[in-house]
């Protein structure tokens, strides 16, 4: 009821320059052609209506008193028990995430793998060298496949 009050006192109701009524919120700076109050006094009729009908239809819950607060021992039992949830969920989702990468990276090789054609042995492997050569004169240049010497492979190697 006082919460009721405070909010209805911030308006007030002023008129434009062409004599209409309108309402101004001083706190909040908000205005409106229709009356405030209205919607405050719909909405306390509404919930006085709905109390009498749960006293009509549930009167021993209506008469029964209203829960405690909670006492400050209740309090910070709850903000640890959240504390420790949160702590929980963090680590959780930072094995989950880790569990994600080591799935990916599996993942990722084994595409690799089947990308790589390595069928039968290769005998010419490093053995073989792509060279360019200059032709005659000098101004052209042509692309050579060569056998490697094992002197050059053995140095590559290194």
């Not at 930072?94 to 054609?117: D, E, F, G, N, P």
Request: with cysteine.
């Amino acid at each position: 009821e006082e919460s009721i009050r405070r909010d209805l006192a911030d308006w007030m109701e002023l008129f434009d320059e062409h004599g209409e009524k309108f309402f101004y919120n001083r706190r909040t700076d908000d205005s409106r052609f229709d009356d405030p109050r209205m919607a405050v006094y719909h909405n306390l009729y509404a919930r006085i209506k709905m109390v009498a009908k749960m006293k009509e239809r549930l009167p021993v819950l209506a008469r029964a008193p209203r829960p405690e607060e909670p006492t400050r021992q209740e309090i910070e039992l709850r903000r640890r028990q959240q504390e420790e949830e949160d702590r929980y969920l963090k680590c959780l989702i930072k094995v989950q995430s880790l569990v994600r990468v080591l799935v990916a990276r599996r993942k990722y090789k084994i595409k690799v793998a089947q990308a790589t054609i390595q069928k039968g042995p290769q005998p010419l492997r490093g053995k073989l060298r792509l060279r360019m050569e200059k032709l005659g004169d000098g101004k052209q240049k042509e692309l050579v496949l060569a056998m490697t010497t094992p002197h050059r492979r053995n140095r590559a190697a290194m």
